[in-house]
C-alpha cells in the first residue's frame, strides 16, 4: 500500500503547475491585441517553467523509496453539501509524475515549435491562450485526486480543444470540426458523470483513495457498470470505437494543435482514466473485456483509415487512433499491461509529436498543402525534418532499437499473456503500421517531385527544427531509457499493479515474426509508393480503400443512427409544438376572447339596463330563498 | 293594528320606487324613487323590529338614514355637475362609459 505524503519541499509547488499556465491564459486572454508582441513568449515561458518544476520533482520524488512517492496537497474545501465533500486537493504519485513529464515537456517543445509556426498569424496571444489554457486543464486533470477535480480537467481539455480546433473560425471546415468534437466528446462526457454519480452513490465519495479502497464492497455488476461508463467517457476522449469520428476532423486545427493536443497528451487522457482506475477494471472482468474489445477494434479502424488518406495529417490521426487502440487495449488486459500501455503512451507522444510537427513543417515548406500526391522528393529540401520524420517513422512502426519497438513489442507481448487471439491481432497491426507509415514517408520524401505550381520547397526555421531534433532523440532514446534505466515497471508497479505471465512462444521468436511481419508491410508500402509512379488525382481503389477514405463510414454511421433521427425527432417536435401546445394555448385564449367580445355588449353604458339586470338578479335570488325554503 | 301591514306596505313602497328607477329618465326623480326604496327597506327593518321584540331593526334604520343622508350629498353634486355640462338631468345620455 502507498503512503501518502505531505507535500513539500518542491512538492508544495503542486498548485504552481496549474496555476502558472492558467495565469499566462488569462492574462493573453484577457489583456487583447497589444499583447500580441510579447504574448507568445509569455506562453512559452509559463510551460518552461512548468517544465522545469516538474523535472525537479521527478528528482526529488526518484530520492524517495517506492512507498513514500505518492504527494498531496489539499489546497481547500472545494463543495460540501449534505454527505458530498470535495476538496480542491492534488495528488502526484508516479503515474502522475510521468503524465506531468509528458504534458510539460512536449508541451514546451510543441509551444517553441508554434513560435515560428504561427508567427504570421494576427491572433498569435490567442493561439498561445489557448494552448496555455490547455496544459493548465491537462495537468489538472491527471493531478486530481478525486473524480470530480478531474472532470473539470476533463471538460477543460475539451474546451480547449474545440477552441484550438476551430482556431481559423473563417474556414467553415473548421469551424465545423471543433463543434464536432465538442459534441461528440460529450458524449463520452456524459459516460464520465455518469460513472462519477454512480460511485458516490455506491461509495459515498469520489475521492480515488476511497473509491479504490472500498471496491470490495460494491457489487459486481455495479463495478461493471462504472467500468463501462468510464470505457465510454475514455472512448470520447480518446477517438476510441464508437466516438472515433471526431479526431481525423480535428485535423482542421494547426498542426501544433494536432501535435500537442490531437497526439501527444488530450486524447491520451482515455488510457490515463482507464489506467487511473485499475481497481474498478480489476474487479470488472466484463468491462475489461469491453475495453480490450474497444482497443482492437480502433486499432484496425485506425490503421486502415491511416492507410489509404491522401491528407498527411489525417493519415497521421488514423496512425494515432490506431496507436491509442494498442494503449486501450493493452490498459484493458489488467495489471499485465497498464505498465505497457503507459510506457507506450509515453513513447508514443514524443515520436507522435515529433512527426506531427514534421507534418507541420512539410506543409510550411508547402505553402500549406496536405495533399501527399503533390509531395514527393523532399528528402533533399528538407533535410532536417526528413531526418527527423524518419526516425519517428522508424519509431511507430517498431524498428529496434528506437523507442516504439520497445513498447509495442511489450504490449503484443502482454497480449500474448492474456490471449492468443488478441496478440496475434495486435501483431497484423502492427503490419498495418508498417505500410501506411512507409506509404506516407515514401509519398513525402521520395520518389518523384509532384509539387504544385509555384511551390519551392524549404527547410523550416531553426525555432521549428530544433523542436524536431529534440524529439527525434526522443524517439529513439526514450524506449532504452524508459525501461532500463527508467525502470518504467517498477516505477508505475506501486499505483497500476504488474504481472508478468509465462507465455509458450519464446521473446525472440515473437519479436522475430513481429518485425518480419512489419518489414513485410513496410515493402509492401515501398514497392507501391516510392518504386511506382504515384498519381496524381487518387485511383479508385479497392472497395476497402474508398470506405477508409469515407473514414469508415464513420460520419456516415453517426449521420443515419443519430444526426438524422435527432432531425426527425426535432422536426416532429417543431410540429408538435406548433400545432399542440400552441394549438392549445392560442386555442384557449381565442375561445376566452370570442366570449368576451359575446358578452362585451351588455356593457352598454344605459344606467337603467344595470338597474333593470341588478333588479333582475335580486328578484332572483329571492326566488331561489324562497324555493330552498318551500322544498 | 297587525305589523304585518306595515312590512306589505313597505313591499308596496319598495315596488313603487324599483319601478320608478326602471322607467324614469330624469336623473332627479331616479334618485326619489331611490329613496323611496331606501325608506320602504327602512319600514321593513322597523316593522320586523316591532315583531321580533328587540332594538336591532330600528338601529339598522338610523344606520339607514345616516347613509341615506350621506348619498344624497354625493348623488345630487353628481347630477348637478352633469347638468351643467350637459344642460339635462335624463340619465340615458351619458353612456360614455361602455365597451
Redesign the interface.
Given at each position: 500500500m502507498q503512503e501518502v505524503m505531505p507535500a513539500t519541499g518542491v512538492f508544495s509547488l503542486l498548485w504552481l503547475l496549474i496555476a502558472l499556465p492558467l495565469a499566462g491564459a488569462a492574462i493573453l486572454l484577457f489583456s487583447g491585441r497589444k499583447t500580441n508582441k510579447w504574448g507568445p513568449y509569455l506562453g512559452v515561458f509559463t510551460v518552461f517553467v512548468d517544465a522545469i518544476i516538474a523535472i525537479w520533482m521527478l528528482i526529488a520524488m526518484m530520492g524517495n523509496s517506492a512507498e513514500q512517492r505518492t504527494f498531496s496537497q489539499n489546497e481547500f474545501s472545494w463543495m460540501f453539501a449534505g454527505n458530498l465533500k470535495v476538496d480542491m486537493a492534488f495528488q502526484l504519485d508516479q503515474l502522475s509524475m510521468v503524465f506531468v513529464l509528458l504534458i510539460t515537456v512536449v508541451g514546451t517543445l510543441i509551444h517553441i515549435y508554434s513560435l515560428g509556426y504561427m508567427s504570421h498569424d494576427p491572433d498569435k496571444r490567442k493561439f498561445f491562450g489557448y494552448l496555455n489554457l490547455f496544459v493548465a486543464a491537462m495537468l489538472l486533470l491527471v493531478l486530481a485526486n478525486n473524480y470530480l477535480l478531474l472532470y473539470v480537467g476533463w471538460e477543460g481539455v475539451g474546451l480547449a480543444s474545440f477552441l484550438l480546433i476551430s482556431f481559423w473560425q473563417i474556414k467553415p471546415t473548421a469551424a465545423a470540426a471543433g463543434k464536432k468534437a465538442f459534441i461528440i466528446n460529450r458524449v463520452g462526457d456524459v459516460g464520465l458523470s455518469l460513472a462519477i454519480m454512480v460511485m458516490f452513490v455506491t461509495f459515498g465519495s469520489v475521492g480515488f483513495d476511497e473509491v479504490f479502497g472500498s471496491t470490495s464492497q460494491a457489487s459486481e455488476g455495479t463495478l461493471t457498470a462504472i467500468g463501462l461508463l468510464l470505457l465510454l467517457a475514455a472512448a470520447g476522449k480518446s477517438a476510441q470505437f464508437p466516438l472515433q469520428a471526431w479526431l481525423l476532423d480535428a485535423m482542421e486545427g494547426p498542426t501544433p494543435v494536432s501535435a500537442l493536443i490531437h497526439a501527444a497528451t488530450m486524447v491520451t487522457a482515455g488510457v490515463y482514466l482507464i489506467t487511473r482506475s485499475n481497481a474498478i477494471f480489476d474487479a470488472a472482468a466484463w468491462a475489461a473485456t469491453a475495453v480490450v474489445v474497444v482497443g482492437v477494434i480502433t486499432m484496425f479502424m485506425g490503421a486502415i483509415i491511416g492507410s489509404a488518406k491522401d491528407d498527411i495529417k489525417k493519415s497521421l490521426a488514423g496512425s494515432t487512433m490506431s496507436q491509442i487502440g494498442y494503449m486501450v487495449l493493452a490498459a484493458g488486459l489488467g495489471p499485465v499491461g497498464y505498465v505497457f500501455a503507459i510506457f507506450h503512451l509515453l513513447t508514443h507522444g514524443v515520436f507522435k509529436a515529433g512527426l506531427f510537427l514534421g507534418a507541420g513543417s512539410v506543409m510550411h515548406g508547402m505553402n500549406d498543402n496536405v495533399n501527399m500526391r503533390r509531395y514527393g522528393a523532399l528528402r533533399t529540401a528538407m533535410m532536417v525534418t526528413y531526418a527527423t520524420f524518419i526516425i519517428g517513422t522508424l519509431s511507430i512502426m517498431g524498428i529496434p532499437p528506437f523507442s516504439g519497438f520497445w513498447s509495442k513489442d511489450s504490449i503484443i507481448h502482454a497480449a500474448f499473456e492474456s490471449n492468443t487471439l488478441v496478440g496475434i491481432l495486435t501483431i497484423i497491426a502492427a503490419a498495418i503500421t508498417g505500410f501506411y507509415m512507409t506509404r506516407m514517408a515514401a509519398m513525402t520524401f521520395f520518389g518523384k517531385a509532384r509539387w504544385e505550381d509555384g511551390v519551392h520547397p524549404h527547410e523550416s526555421p531553426k525555432v521549428m527544427t530544433i523542436p524536431l531534433i529534440i524529439l527525434a532523440i526522443g524517439s529513439t532514446f526514450m524506449g532504452i531509457a524508459l525501461l532500463f534505466w527508467g525502470n518504467i515497471e517498477t516505477w508505475l508497479e506501486p499505483v497500476t499493479g504488474f504481472e508478468e505471465k509465462h507465455i509458450a512462444i519464446p521473446e525472440w521468436a515473437l519479436i522475430t515474426i513481429t518485425l518480419i511481419l512489419v518489414l513485410a508491410g513496410a515493402a509492401y508500402g515501398w514497392i507501391q509508393y516510392a518504386r511506382r509512379e504515384v498519381p496524381l488525382v487518387a485511383p479508385r481503389g479497392n472497395w476497402l480503400t474508398r470506405a477508409a477514405r469515407q473514414d469508415l463510414y464513420g460520419d456516415a454511421v453517426n449521420n443515419t443512427l443519430v444526426v438524422q433521427p435527432s432531425f426527425w425527432l426535432s422536426r416532429f417536435l417543431v410540429w408538435f409544438d406548433g400545432s399542440w401546445i400552441d394549438g392549445f394555448v392560442n386555442g384557449s385564449a381565442a375561445f376566452f376572447g370570442g366570449l368576451s367580445a359575446r358578452l362585451?355588449?351588455y356593457?352598454?353604458?344605459?344606467?337603467?339596463s344595470y338597474?333593470?339586470s341588478m333588479?333582475g338578479g335580486a328578484v332572483l335570488v329571492v326566488l331561489a330563498l324562497v324555493l330552498v325554503r318551500l322544498s | 293594528m297587525n305589523p304585518s301591514n306595515y312590512v306589505i306596505l313597505s313591499a308596496l313602497l319598495f315596488g313603487i320606487g324599483?319601478l320608478g328607477?326602471?322607467v324614469r329618465?330624469n336623473a332627479i326623480v331616479v334618485f326619489m324613487s331611490v329613496e323611496l326604496m331606501l325608506n320602504a327597506a327602512n319600514l321593513a327593518f322597523v316593522a320586523f323590529a316591532r315583531m321580533n321584540g328587540n332594538l336591532d331593526g330600528q338601529v339598522v334604520a338610523f344606520f339607514v338614514m345616516v347613509v341615506a343622508a350621506a348619498e344624497v350629498v354625493v348623488g345630487l353634486a353628481i347630477i348637478v355637475q352633469i347638468f351643467r355640462s350637459r344642460r339635462s338631468a335624463s340619465?340615458?345620455e351619458?353612456?360614455?362609459?361602455?365597451?
Open positions: 362585451r355588449p356593457q352598454s353604458g344605459f344606467i337603467r338597474a333593470l333588479v | 324599483a328607477v326602471l329618465r340619465i340615458d351619458p353612456n360614455l362609459l361602455k365597451y
